[in-house]
């Protein structure tokens, strides 16, 4: 018995579900019934009583949380009384982050953490999506922030904000014409258009999107990629072209009236921002305490 499996014990039983106490706990759901079956062979004993709806304690389940959430809690003090210590080595969380999560969710969460937590030591590294994952997968970081999701071998996304996508163009009265049929956005195959560089969450998610509104993709007349959308917003608004961006980076633009902004028909509730982590390795206390104020800052359903 170990003080692992009293937390994956302890999460079970409060969450009432061996998927919510994986969330909570930044572990897998294998993990966490690894925990409980070890648990339960150890102590000879049955712990839960499962259906396909819910967990419950067992009789003797019961008996084992009254004990096991001392342990945790007692953890849990000893970690606040040396957790802080002078002698303590600090570690640096090291953080990946793609432009839009970087640049405009962030900041908010690294505020929070700060106030929380002052002792930390962060590191944060700001590059396209699919280098954020290649740094996830070769554990070279802690943590990953990204708008997309590539399907690589030990990655863990969690997703904490919803983010959708919108075409902007100049401030000009024909592009204010078009806003009188929302539902058309052929008229972008006629439009020079900036994208996002190569890699870009953005880049890719906006593709997805234009075909799912029956654009196809090869048919745009690309002038530029480029990788910073601040570049990106000021080129449009100078009448360069149009472009595809996160509605959050271009939210005060549009407020100003420096550019125009059209949703894509057909996109739905958006896109995910997530969080992302190597499962094959265990996240340190700073880490876990890191994403936890992420999910304080940002919370969203089914999280």
Not at 102 to 119: C, G, I, M, S
Request: proline share 4%.
């Amino acid at each position: 018995m170990n003080l692992k499996q009293l937390e994956a014990f302890v999460e079970v039983s409060e969450s009432g579900s061996f998927s919510g106490a994986a969330k909570n706990l930044f572990l897998t759901q294998p993990t966490i019934s690894a925990h409980i079956a070890s648990l339960e062979k150890e102590l000879d004993v049955r712990l839960f009583v499962r259906n396909t709806k819910e967990v419950n304690l067992s009789d003797d389940g019961q008996l084992l949380y009254k004990y096991a959430r001392q342990m945790v809690d007692l953890e849990k003090q000893i970690e606040a009384s040396f957790g802080s210590g002078k002698n303590e080595e600090k570690r640096c969380i090291t953080i990946a982050a793609s432009t839009i999560p970087a640049q405009y969710l962030l900041p908010k969460v690294l505020a929070r953490f700060n106030e929380k937590y002052p002792d930390e030591q962060l590191k944060i590294m700001e590059m396209d999506s699919a280098k954020v994952i290649d740094q996830v997968v070769d554990h070279v970081v802690d943590i990953g922030f990204t708008g997309t999701v590539l399907e690589k071998k030990h990655c863990k996304y969690i997703p904490f904000y919803k983010d959708d996508l919108v075409i902007i163009t100049p401030c000009e009265e024909k592009y204010r014409i078009l806003q009188n049929t929302p539902q058309d956005i052929s008229w972008i195959t006629r439009e020079a258009l900036i994208m996002r560089e190569e890699g870009s969450g953005t880049r890719k998610e906006a593709r997805k999107q234009l075909k799912g509104a029956g654009i196809n993709p090869e048919s745009l007349q690309v002038v530029a990629s480029i990788e910073n959308p601040e570049t990106i917003k000021k080129s449009v608004s100078r009448g360069m072209g149009v472009s595809i961006l996160s509605r959050l980076a271009t939210e005060d633009e549009v407020k100003e009236g420096r550019v125009l902004a059209f949703a894509i028909p057909g996109a739905d509730d958006g896109r995910d921002i997530n969080a992302v982590y190597n499962k094959n390795y265990q996240l340190s206390l700073s880490a876990e305490r890191f994403l936890k104020v992420v999910k304080e800052v940002y919370p969203i359903e089914n999280q």
